[in-house]
């Protein structure tokens, strides 16, 4: 059973910094690829950013580029989250996801890629 757990959320002012962490379980880590979705209030889910298994390639929505970086330890099998620069328009929910099968057609950036979900870490970022 594959599990996904998030934490690193919080409460913080605009212009901070925040990492979230995703904690994988239940199969080999490093073989697979990872995203981060978000939730703002009363929005629907949005990509974040990417990272193929092989930490090669990392793929980030528009408005997170060059604020946000997604890295991976596999040895922890952990993916990261590294936010900074925050804005208030980054207040939601955060999710992991990793897709069921190591050679997944589609996209990165499509929910449908993804397979396995966490329970989300809430971000709130203060004006």
């Known amino acids: 059973q594959v599990q996904l757990v998030e934490s690193g959320g919080g409460l913080v002012q605009a212009g901070g910094s925040l990492r979230l962490s995703c904690a994988a379980s239940?199969?080999?880590?490093?073989?697979?690829?990872m995203g981060w979705f978000r939730q703002g209030p009363g929005k629907e889910r949005e990509f974040v950013a990417a990272m193929h298994w092989s930490g090669g390639s990392t793929y980030y929505a528009d408005s997170v580029k060059g604020r946000f970086t997604i890295s991976r330890d596999n040895a922890k099998n952990t993916v990261y989250l590294q936010m900074n620069s925050l804005k208030p328009e980054d207040t939601a929910v955060y999710y992991c996801?990793?897709?069921?099968?190591?050679?997944?057609?589609?996209?990165?950036?499509?929910?449908?890629?993804?397979?396995?979900w966490g329970q989300g870490t809430q971000v709130t970022v203060s004006s």
């Open positions: 996801a990793t897709p069921r099968y190591a050679k997944n057609s589609g996209s990165y950036y499509h929910e449908g890629f993804y397979d396995y």
């Open positions: 239940g199969r080999t880590f490093s073989r697979y690829a």
